[in-house]
């Protein structure tokens, strides 16, 4: 069962570790539009199945799925490149902070916890969306796809992030969109709270401790006052 928010003062959270797309960005209507583009091309289709297969992991094995599941010739950089020229063309004008991202990152300031991002994505990709809303330095630190051996949802990249924050796992509150970064956070001992949205709402969220509405759901808005009883 999942927590309530009159539970939330036995949780010792210490820190707070933000996933990227489709969390603190709406990227993933982004990528829809740009990944259909890309296949309309070819004369193929973007399905459901197909994005929740590649939702959540690093572009190269995402790529790699999607030449897979649609026998497509070209190579994952090929591809990759080509996506990239439309993605990045699209981002001006669809690009936009997801509901209460700003609320919660000045409520967790307020709260005093020290928050990073953990991402799938590349560190220039990272930077670079941050840096459209001067965000960047209100990070301790990134962590990014050139940081890990193994994606999502192998949970490296959240063990790395509560090494850094040199913090317990379970003392890390994480913040997820995906399936394959819920999986990651929970397999990583983190306390996991998954925000669906329409892009994930079918994804499997079962190791999730609570599944919340938005970024300022009042229990994850709760569980960090509660740190300061």
């Known amino acids: 069962m999942a927590p309530t928010q009159e539970s939330?003062?036995?949780?010792?959270?210490?820190?707070?570790?933000?996933?990227?797309d489709g969390l603190m960005f709406n990227t993933e209507n982004v990528f829809q539009i740009s990944g259909n583009e890309l296949l309309g091309r070819r004369g193929?289709?973007?399905s459901v199945e197909l994005r929740n297969q590649m939702m959540g992991r690093r572009a190269d094995e995402a790529f790699a799925i999607m030449?897979?599941?649609?026998?497509?010739t070209e190579s994952i950089s090929e591809l990759r490149?080509?996506?990239?020229?439309?993605?990045?063309?699209?981002?001006?004008?669809?690009?936009?902070?997801?509901?209460?991202?700003?609320?919660?990152?000045?409520?967790?300031?307020?709260?005093?916890l020290p928050k990073?991002?953990?991402?799938?994505?590349?560190?220039?990709?990272?930077?670079?969306?941050?840096?459209?809303?001067?965000?960047?330095?209100?990070?301790?630190f990134l962590l990014s796809a050139e940081d890990v051996q193994q994606g999502k949802p192998h949970p490296e990249v959240y063990l790395k992030a509560a090494a850094q924050l040199e913090i317990a796992p379970a003392e890390m509150l994480?913040?997820?969109?995906?399936?394959?970064?819920t999986k990651a956070a929970?397999?990583?001992?983190?306390?996991?709270?998954s925000i669906p949205h329409r892009h994930t709402a079918g994804h499997d969220y079962?190791?999730?401790?609570?599944?919340?509405?938005?970024?300022?759901?009042?229990?994850?808005?709760?569980?960090l006052t509660a740190q300061e009883l």
């Open 186 to 193: 929970a397999s990583a001992g983190a306390f996991v709270v």
């Open 44 to 46: 193929k289709v973007m």
């Open 8 to 20: 939330s003062k036995q949780f010792n959270i210490k820190a707070v570790v933000f996933d990227l």
């Open 206 to 223: 079962s190791p999730s401790n609570y599944i919340a509405e938005s970024l300022v759901d009042p229990f994850v808005l709760n569980l």
């Open 67 to 72: 030449i897979e599941t649609l026998e497509l």
């Open 116 to 140: 990073a991002v953990a991402t799938s994505s590349t560190r220039p990709y990272l930077e670079d969306i941050l840096s459209r809303f001067e965000l960047k330095n209100r990070f301790q």
């Open 81 to 112: 490149e080509e996506s990239e020229a439309i993605f990045f063309s699209l981002l001006d004008e669809h690009l936009a902070p997801m509901p209460g991202l700003l609320q919660l990152l000045a409520h967790i300031e307020e709260c005093e």
């Open 174 to 181: 994480v913040l997820e969109d995906s399936e394959a970064g």
